[in-house]
C-alpha cells in the first residue's frame, strides 16, 4: 500500500486549472494509496479542499479529468490513469464486505451494551472499505471518568469474538471531555469523517452530533464531507435486546459508580497506561491518558500522508502537501 506506485500517465499534462478539478484529482489521488477506486459519489463526498455539487463533480470526471488522461473510467469508478486494475480489486471487496458487515454490526450492539458506552462507531479498513482484512476496527466513546474500566470489559469481549474466529479490535477510546481530536491533519479529518456509529444507547446521536461539531476543523480538508456515511445494511431490530442492555447497562453502571468503581478505574489506567507505553515504538502515533486510549503502533497516518505526498508529487501537484497536511513538506517529509 505505501510502496512508492509509479504513477503512469499517457501524456505529459498541464495542472487542472478548475479548483474543482484539482480537489476531485486530490480526492482519487488520497485513495489510490489504499489502492481503492472511487466512484463518482464518493469522490463528491470526500473532495479535498473544495465544496462543490454532484453535478459539478460529474462535469469534472467525465468532461475533463476523463478525457484529458488524468484519471481512468471503468464500470463506474473513477482511478489514475493506468490504475484501472483495481477496479477488479474493489469488486472483489464489495464480496469481503458484505460477509464483515453483519459481523461488525452484531459486535457494535454488543459494545454499546457495555458500561459508560456512549457511542461506538466503526473505522479503519471495514468503515472505509479499501483493505481485505478480517480485523473490526471500532472508536468508542465512554463516560469520563471510566474509559479504563470500559475497556476492560471490552477486552474481554474480544477474547470471546476471538473464539468465532473474529478479529475484534476497539482499539480508540476517548472520553466524553475529549471528543476534539487533536490532530489536524487531511488522514485524520478522513477517521472523522468515515468513521459509521453503530447501534448505540440513547444518546450517542447527539454524542456523533457534538464529536462532529468540535471538529469541524474538517470542513477544511473535506468539506462535503458532512454528516455520517451512508451504510448499505442496517443492524436488525431487536427492541427487547435494546431494553435488556440499557437495563443492564444501568445496573452495571450505578454498581460501579462508587469509591471501589473510582479504585477498580485509576488501577487499571495506572497499570495499562504502564504497559502499553512500553510497546510504543519510536514511529507510534499511540497515546494515553485519562481520556483517551488511542492504541495505534503503527505510524499509518504518517506513512499515509507521505504516500499521499508521493503521488501529489507523481501527478505534478506537490505544492498540495503542506496545504493539506501540515506536518508534510512539499517533499513528502513529516515533519
Not at 61 to 82: F, I, M, N, V
Not at 99 to 109: F, H, I, N, S, V
Amino acid at each position: 500500500m505505501f510502496e512508492q506506485t509509479q504513477i503512469r500517465l499517457s501524456f505529459r499534462l498541464a495542472t487542472p486549472v478548475l479548483e474543482i478539478d484539482r480537489a476531485a484529482l486530490r480526492a482519487v489521488i488520497y485513495s489510490d494509496v489504499f489502492d481503492y477506486p472511487l466512484t463518482a459519489t464518493e469522490i463528491h463526498r470526500y473532495l479535498i479542499g473544495a465544496a462543490a455539487s454532484p453535478g459539478e463533480v460529474r462535469a469534472a470526471l467525465d468532461e475533463r479529468l476523463a478525457p484529458s488522461g488524468w484519471l481512468e473510467a471503468r464500470r463506474g469508478y473513477y482511478t489514475l490513469a493506468g490504475r484501472s486494475e483495481l477496479v477488479e480489486r474493489r469488486e472483489t471487496l464489495l464480496a469481503h464486505n458484505a460477509q464483515l458487515w453483519p459481523r461488525a454490526l452484531r459486535y457494535g450492539r454488543w459494545l454499546t451494551g457495555l458500561p459508560y458506552v456512549r457511542m461506538a462507531a466503526l473505522t479503519g479498513a471495514l468503515a472505509m472499505r479499501n483493505e481485505p482484512g478480517r480485523d473490526l476496527d471500532f472508536l468508542l466513546v465512554t463516560e469520563s471518568g471510566r474509559l479504563w474500566l470500559c475497556r476492560g470489559l471490552a477486552m474481554l469481549l474480544t477474547r470471546l469474538a476471538r473464539r468465532f474466529g473474529d478479529e475484534l479490535c476497539p482499539n480508540y477510546f476517548i472520553s466524553l471531555n475529549a471528543l476534539e481530536f487533536p490532530s489536524r491533519d487531511l488522514y485524520t479529518a478522513h477517521e472523522v469523517t468515515q468513521m459509521t456509529p453503530l447501534a448505540a444507547p440513547s444518546g450517542a446521536a447527539q454524542v456523533y452530533q457534538k464529536l462532529r461539531y468540535l471538529n469541524a476543523w474538517t470542513e477544511r480538508f473535506l468539506p462535503n464531507a458532512v454528516g455520517a456515511p451512508v451504510v448499505e445494511l442496517s443492524a436488525p431490530s431487536n427492541s427487547r435486546f435494546t431494553d435488556l442492555s440499557e437495563y443492564g447497562r444501568w445496573a452495571l453502571e450505578m454498581s460501579l459508580r462508587s469509591a471501589a468503581g473510582d479504585w477498580i478505574e485509576a488501577w487499571e489506567m495506572r497499570r495499562k497506561i504502564c504497559k502499553l507505553n512500553a510497546q510504543r515504538g519510536p514511529s507510534a502515533e499511540a497515546d494515553f491518558s485519562a481520556d483517551w486510549c488511542k492504541g495505534h503502533f503503527g505510524g499509518y497516518g504518517r506513512r499515509t500522508l507521505e504516500a499521499y505526498a508521493a503521488r501529489l508529487r507523481a501527478c505534478g501537484l506537490e505544492e498540495d502537501a503542506p496545504l493539506f497536511n501540515p506536518r508534510l513538506s512539499s517533499e513528502g517529509v513529516w515533519k
